[in-house]
């Protein structure tokens, strides 16, 4: 199985190591000629959103990557990447990719409690290993969107027909099952 990775920003080398492992090939996304190649999945990793989204829409990627994404090619969101995702963002003018009928707010935690580890069942798993930073959550769905976490009241997870977006960080941990989860819906 191919998985591209979108690499203009943040967190996707941890990404690539968990594919790796799970014995996934990886498609490194950098510039719009690498969309040619083929893949089975994508993933958008953590990072700053403000960041990738500029990157994505300079590069010319973002819009032939919607295309995908709308298409039903399998994402797998990490924390920045849920933000990309969102089709309202409520502290930010922006949007991205806008497939994710949700709405997101970024830094949510605050300044106090902005980065911080903790366990929880996600979907059919218990005792998923959460790694938060500087993350967003998840404050409104629409009726259709599938809600696979909640950490203290709010919501961290979600899944949305080919989309799965995380609050949190599941590549930093030694903890493939999230990943498994998502080469499912990349090979069903
Ligand atoms: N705070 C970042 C943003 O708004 C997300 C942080 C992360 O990806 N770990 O983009």
Redesign the pocket.
């Known amino acids: 199985m191919r998985i591209a990775v979108s690499c203009v920003q943040?967190a996707f080398a941890e990404h690539e190591k968990m594919l790796r492992n799970l014995g996934a090939e990886v498609v490194e996304l950098r510039k719009k000629e690498d969309l040619d190649q083929s893949f089975d999945g994508i993933i958008l990793p953590?990072?700053?959103?403000?960041v990738q989204g500029k990157l994505l829409q300079d590069l010319k990627m973002l819009e032939p990557l919607k295309e995908k994404i709308r298409k039903g090619l399998p994402v797998l969101a990490t924390?920045?990447g849920l933000?990309l995702l969102a089709e309202h963002i409520s502290n930010d003018d922006h949007v991205y990719f806008a497939t994710l009928p949700v709405t997101v707010r970024?830094?949510a935690y605050g300044r106090q409690a902005e980065s911080f580890y903790t366990e929880g069942s996600f979907g059919p798993y218990e005792k998923i290993p959460m790694e938060f930073?500087?993350?967003?959550y998840v404050e409104r769905v629409s009726d259709d969107v599938e809600v696979l976490s909640v950490t203290d009241g709010n919501i961290t997870g979600v899944r949305y027909k080919n989309q799965i977006a995380v609050s949190f960080?599941p590549e930093l941990c030694c903890d493939t099952r999230l990943h498994e989860m998502f080469l499912g819906l990349c090979s069903s």
């Open positions: 943040g953590g990072g700053e959103s403000t924390c920045a933000i970024r830094n930073i500087r993350a967003p960080h």
